[in-house]
């Protein structure tokens, strides 16, 4: 079946720097990605929605300075965390359509601990 | 705005025991999902519901989808402890999901 890699699966930080994380297709292409991040014991919210070749749309409320999000191949978004805080500290998980399918394919996730 | 109910959201069950999750949602969507988590893992995919009366069952697990009643169900029989874990339900068009709260589910022997 189609699978969706994330990397890294997790990563501390400390505040202040940056964090990308890496979403890839592995054998289909995606024009569409989704990010979504889960904080802890909490369901997972949409951040954007990252278009192959176009600017990503963003969710109100997640500030699209601090999480740039790339989309420049048609199997690899990358999400990257600037100017990290504690309060970043969060499971951040990426999906994929695959567009004949019915549903989207998860990354593993990535737990990124901000210190 | 989309919103998602799911009730309840803390289950705790006795193995061979049945028992039904629920999930209402705002506004008509194209499809409705379930999913499964594992404490620091990502989601499974349990089913995809596509079209009013859709029932799909594997295992233990049954979901059902009402599009009228704008409500799914996810239903447990003999609930087994390897079954203890979070299920969310996820509405959505084109893939872009809104999610449930989560049931956390715990099944004791």
């Known amino acids: 079946g189609a699978v969706v890699s994330q990397h890294p699966s997790w990563v501390i930080c400390k505040s202040g720097t940056s964090v990308k994380i890496e979403c890839r297709s592995l054998?289909?292409?995606?024009?569409?990605m989704f990010w979504y991040r889960q904080f802890p014991k909490q369901s997972l919210m949409l951040m954007a929605t990252s278009n192959e070749g176009s600017k990503a749309t963003y969710e109100q409320g997640v500030e699209k300075d601090k999480f740039l999000i790339n989309h420049a191949s048609l199997t690899l978004s990358t999400l990257t965390v600037t100017s990290a805080h504690p309060e970043d500290s969060s499971f951040y998980i990426c999906?994929?359509?695959?567009?004949?399918?019915?549903?989207?394919?998860f990354g593993q996730g990535t737990r990124l601990t901000v210190v | 705005e989309l919103k998602v109910e799911q009730n309840p959201l803390f289950l705790s069950m006795q193995e061979g025991k049945n028992y039904t999750i629920y999930c209402n949602y705002s506004?008509?969507?194209?499809?409705l999902y379930w999913y499964r988590q594992d404490p620091g893992k990502s989601l499974e995919s349990l089913f995809v519901?596509?079209?009013?009366?859709a029932v799909k069952q594997e295992g233990r697990l049954m979901a059902s989808l009402d599009t009228k009643a704008r409500l799914s169900t996810l239903h447990i029989t003999a609930a087994v402890h390897d079954l203890s874990a979070t299920y969310f339900c996820?509405?959505?068009?084109?893939?872009?999901?809104?999610f449930g709260k989560g049931t956390l589910l715990t099944v004791n022997p």
């Open positions: 999906s994929a359509p695959r567009w004949e399918d019915t549903e989207a394919f």
């Open positions: 996820a509405v959505g068009s084109n893939y872009k999901l809104t």
């Open positions: 519901l596509l079209s009013n009366g």
């Open positions: 054998d289909f292409q995606a024009t569409t």
């Open positions: 506004t008509t969507s194209d499809r």
